[in-house]
Structure formats: C-alpha cells, structure tokens
C-alpha cells in the first residue's frame, strides 16, 4: 500500500507562488512516475504535471505550462510542485498521484494511488 501525503496548499494572492509537497510512503519510490491533477469545484479533475521516474521527463496543461515546475527528490520520497504567477482560475483542490503502469502521464488511468488533497485558492 502507498500513501501520498500532500502539504504546502493555501491562500495566496494572484501573482503569488505556491510550493506544493507529495510525501510518500513506499520503499519504491524511483519506480513511480508521480502526476499533479486539480479539480474545482463543480469541475472534473484535470491534469496538471506529470514526472517520469527518475525524473528526467516533465509534463505539463497548457494551462500552466511556463509557471508550474513539477520535480521529485528520490531520495526523500518527495515529488514537488513549483507555482508561480497564480491566477484565480487555478483555485482547486490540488491531488497528487503515482503510478507503475504504462499509459499516458495525462490520464488519470495511469496512477494507482491517490493523496486527499490540498486546498489552494488564489485571490483576485
């Protein structure tokens, strides 16, 4: 059983950044490839980044391609997401997600395993 913890959400300001954190608990870790999705309320969860796992490929949503950057520190079983210039419309419930199947870093088929969430709201 993995359990991914996420940590780092908040309020902040549009303009403002965010480090989101993913703890997660397995011996494993470098063999996850480990997405970001988001889903507003209202809305169907959507993909936000992705890291392959050693980390040499990074995916992104045009919508935040350019201010996101998503890392993994393998060693501390920890994947990261970097956001900057923020906007309101990125207000949601952040999920971090790992997986070990084959598949599309895009679609959430790929993850096997799901954190509970962290809150972000961006303020106008």
């Known amino acids: 059983q993995v359990q991914l913890v996420e940590s780092g959400g908040g309020l902040v300001q549009a303009g403002g950044s965010l480090r989101l954190s993913c703890a997660a608990s397995?011996?494993?870790?470098?063999?996850?490839?480990m997405g970001w999705f988001r889903q507003a309320p209202g809305k169907e969860r959507e993909f936000v980044a992705a890291?392959?796992?050693?980390?040499?490929?990074?995916y992104y949503a045009d919508s935040v391609k350019g201010r996101f950057t998503i890392s993994r520190d393998n060693a501390k079983n920890t994947v990261y997401l970097q956001m900057n210039s923020l906007k309101p419309e990125d207000t949601a419930v952040y999920y971090c997600a790992g997986g070990q199947s084959s598949g599309s870093y895009y679609y959430t088929g790929k993850y096997d395993y799901w954190g509970q969430g962290t809150q972000v709201t961006v303020s106008s």
């Open positions: 890291i392959s796992r050693s980390g040499g490929s990074t």
């Open positions: 397995v011996r494993t870790f470098s063999s996850y490839a």
